[in-house]
């Protein structure tokens, strides 16, 4: 068999405890359900970081935000940073994107050879924290609870519109592959920026929900007082005491994030249409994920930056050719992304291995233990110092400076109510989790690192906007002369070779 092709399928903001093993039961997701049932699903996948930018960055690497400096969602990826594209690249793939990969800098490839559209998100510095101003809100850019409040139908959002160029770019893009002018094979990631809030769905989506059972959260909202810290940051980042969030609004926010969960089911069943109707799909791996989830409402926190399994757990399944379809309980993490597709596309990362903190999932899907375990990190907005989690075995530990240590047993508690941390009887646990936190990270050193990054990119980026602005953000060229029907061409030529099948 030929080498196979590669299509990854990636949705921003799905909430991984959805997805325990394929789509929850409640979910209107035909096609992601079709998907789920001949692939590997990981049942326990995380981000490496629960916000854009530095979960898409190790996403793309293999590596943990600590090691590429993606710290938040205004953090420069370095040019020099190997991501799958790259390696996918150097094999002879041609590799492309249509949609959202939150790249920071100049460079707004690393590794596609094309991109079919735009990102949604400014490519600039404008987006950076600073550590130096603990509690600052910077309210034209930071989240806010409105998303929750105004909530409800809408047949067009600036983000429905993106979604939808991105879902016909990769569509299209499909058709052009099949044509058979380029004999490489080929990577596709379609990436989207649904269900991301804010919670505003089409009607056609949205009424798929009306008698839904799941609008209200499992756990409610907790008092302020009684949320650990870095929830209190969370919660005063989100400019709580602006919004009055009843009951009503958390249903309605809840639904219009399940109606864009099946709105992007309806975009994957698209390109998998096509990807069958081109005949492409029986030696294609197709992989699906999301950079981290939502909280959506669960204990009273909305969207990401949390350690709490709704921000940091994400769906993963990946269906190969001859990789037989199962359920993996083992943890994994999006890093293990990078050197799995190496892995199944028979590339060697020998060179380059101290520079992969991912694994690859194939041993898991075998049947056999993670050789190390899920490391997070979180050194971004509603932070003061970087956040550090350990998800190994039953336990995830989470780990602050400046907080006290959290400590959930996610097989009896998976709701993540009970903090053993403050349990004696889990004093040793607490002290073997602590000497891996040591092993793992120099806290002390990734703090004093993520303070310059931040300053210098605040100097730079204010020094930029000073006089002329020359913008990032990715601008796709099409040269409308090469495209259809030109005089410098053959017509019956153009008819001929632009035709998929042929002659049937």
């Known amino acids: 068999m030929t080498q196979p092709n590669v299509l990854v399928l990636m949705a921003d903001q799905v909430n991984g405890t959805l997805f325990g093993d394929g789509p929850a039961d409640f979910l209107h997701t035909p096609n992601l359900r079709r998907l789920a049932e001949r692939s590997v699903r990981f049942t326990n996948a995380y981000t490496a970081s629960p916000l854009c930018a530095p979960a898409r960055a190790a996403f793309m690497s293999g590596q943990m935000p600590s090691r590429t400096g993606v710290y938040d969602n205004a953090a420069e990826f370095p040019s020099s940073v190997p991501t799958w594209a790259h390696h996918l690249r150097r094999a002879g793939y041609h590799t492309a994107l249509s949609g959202k990969m939150h790249f920071v800098g100049p460079d707004q490839l ?29 309210d034209w850019w930071y989240h806010n609870l409105g998303s929750v409040t105004g909530a409800g139908v809408a047949e067009i959002s600036n983000q429905m519109e993106y979604d939808d160029e991105v879902a016909f770019n990769a569509e299209q893009k499909l058709y052009d ?7 490489r094979p080929w990577c596709l990631c379609a990436s989207f920026t649904h269900p991301h809030d804010p919670y505003v769905a089409r009607r056609k989506y949205w009424d798929l929900y009306n008698d839904c059972e799941h609008l209200e959260p499992r756990e409610g909202a907790i ?31 809840r639904q219009g994030y399940f109606a864009n969960i099946s709105y992007i089911d309806d975009k994957v069943g698209g390109i998998l249409d096509v990807l ?53 309980d083992e943890p994994a993490c999006t890093v293990d992304v990078n ?19 991912g694994q690859s999932l194939l041993p898991l899907a075998r049947g056999e233990n993670r050789e190390t375990p899920v490391l997070m990190e979180y050194a971004a907005e509603a932070s003061y110092a970087p956040l ?13 400076e400046i907080d006290p240590p959290q400590l959930f047993d996610l097989a009896n508690d998976p709701d993540e109510q009970n903090n053993l941390a403050t349990d004696a009887e889990h004093d040793a646990t607490v ?23 931040q300053a210098r990119r605040l100097i730079v980026y204010e020094a ?12 796709p060229l099409q040269v409308a002369s090469e495209r259809y029907m030109r005089n410098h061409m053959d017509l019956n030529q153009v008819e001929e070779s632009q035709r998929f099948p042929r002659g049937e």
């Open 110 to 138: 690393h590794g596609f050879e094309e991109r079919l559209t735009t990102d949604v998100y400014p490519a600039d510095f404008g987006w950076t924290p600073d550590y130096r101003k603990p509690g600052e809100r910077i």
């Open 177 to 183: 592959l099949s044509r058979g002018h380029d004999e």
């Open 223 to 253: 008092p302020f007082d009684e949320l650990d810290p870095h929830s209190q940051r969370i919660f005063e980042a989100n400019d709580y005491t602006k919004f009055d969030i009843q009951p009503e609004d958390v249903r309605r926010a």
């Open 276 to 328: 069958e109707r081109t005949r492409m799909a029986d030696n294609t791996i197709v992989l699906f994920v999301s950079d981290h989830g939502d909280m959506i409402g669960e204990k009273g926190l909305w969207f990401k930056m949390s350690q709490y399994e709704g921000s940091s757990r994400v769906p993963l399944m990946v269906s190969a050719p001859d990789l037989p379809a199962g359920r993996v």
């Open 339 to 357: 050197p799995t597709l190496a892995d199944l596309t028979g590339i060697d990362l020998g060179e380059i291995k101290p520079w992969t903190d």
């Open 388 to 400: 550090v989690s350990i998800r190994e075995g039953r336990w995830k530990y989470n780990y602050c």
């Open 431 to 453: 002290a073997e989790f602590n000497q891996k936190v040591a092993r793992h990270w120099s806290l002390k050193q990734f703090d004093a690192e993520v303070r310059e990054s």
């Open 464 to 475: 930029l906007r000073n006089g002329a602005y020359y913008p990032w953000d990715y601008q």
